[in-house]
């Protein structure tokens, strides 16, 4: 199956700074990389998305990039706001794109 | 967009009690079902898979005689938590998506809570 590390576990940063999260996976027939935000005692949202066959997209503050060759993708936000607060999932595909593998999530602490 | 309804969002019982959850796609036809849990500031640990009309297929370490997986419909798929113990105590999340198809919706997760 596949694996996928997330990194840092907990992000601190200040009000209108940027905020970047970075996951790796290892099956490299991955082809869909999916972010979600899940705020305390919710379900987790979908904010972005990309595809293998794209290096980087963007929606308003938030970014993704993808590096196929090294397998890691990238989630950016830039200034971040208090209700950026939240834990966030990476996740990636595998078995023919039929499952996803979350990453360990990252806390973001976005201080006013 | 496509809406998964979890229910109940919060149960508690008594130990030796079974415990049901559903998950029901509101707006379109969920081909394929997950059933995860999820420990506090843990991630979301994939216990199942369902399709519907055949067997559910349970990740390692996961009983499947604990934990029923019935998909029997292309709208609801259901948990079952048998004889729940205070150790089944957490965070259950379904998500759904049509065939064919990436994006997974979730359902707004239902807490067990086990005396």
């Known amino acids: 199956g596949e694996n996928v590390e997330q990194h840092p576990s907990t992000l601190s940063v200040q009000e209108g700074d940027s905020a970047v999260i970075k996951c790796t996976y290892s099956?490299?027939?991955?082809?869909?990389f999916p972010w979600y935000k899940q705020e305390l005692g919710k379900r987790p949202q979908l904010i972005i998305d990309?595809?293998?066959?794209?290096g980087e997209k963007k929606d308003q503050r938030i970014a993704v990039t993808l590096n196929k060759t090294a397998k890691h993708f990238s989630l950016h936000i830039t200034e971040t706001q208090p209700e950026d607060s939240a834990v966030y999932f990476c996740?990636?595909?595998?078995?023919?794109?039929?499952?996803?593998?979350f990453g360990g999530g990252t806390r973001l602490m976005v201080k006013p | 967009g496509a809406v998964v309804s979890q229910h109940p969002s919060w149960v508690i019982c008594k130990s030796g009690t079974s415990v049901k959850i559903e998950c029901r796609s509101l707006?379109?036809?969920?081909?394929?079902m997950f059933w995860y849990r999820q420990f506090p500031k843990q991630s979301l640990m994939l216990m199942a898979t369902?399709?519907?009309?055949?067997?559910?297929?349970?990740e390692q370490g996961v009983e499947k005689d604990k934990f029923l997986i019935n998909h029997a419909s292309l709208t609801l798929s259901t948990l079952t938590v048998t004889s729940a113990h205070p150790e089944d105590s957490s965070f259950y999340i379904c998500?759904?998506?049509?065939?064919?198809?990436?994006?997974?919706?979730f359902g707004a997760g239902s807490r067990l809570t086990v005396l």
């Open positions: 998500s759904a998506k049509t065939s064919g198809a990436n994006v997974l919706t």
């Open positions: 099956d490299s027939a991955s082809n869909y």
């Open positions: 990309i595809r293998s066959n794209v």
């Open positions: 996740a990636a595909t595998y078995n023919a794109g039929n499952m996803l593998t």
């Open positions: 707006d379109f036809q969920a081909t394929t």
């Open positions: 369902s399709n519907e009309g055949s067997k559910a297929t349970y």
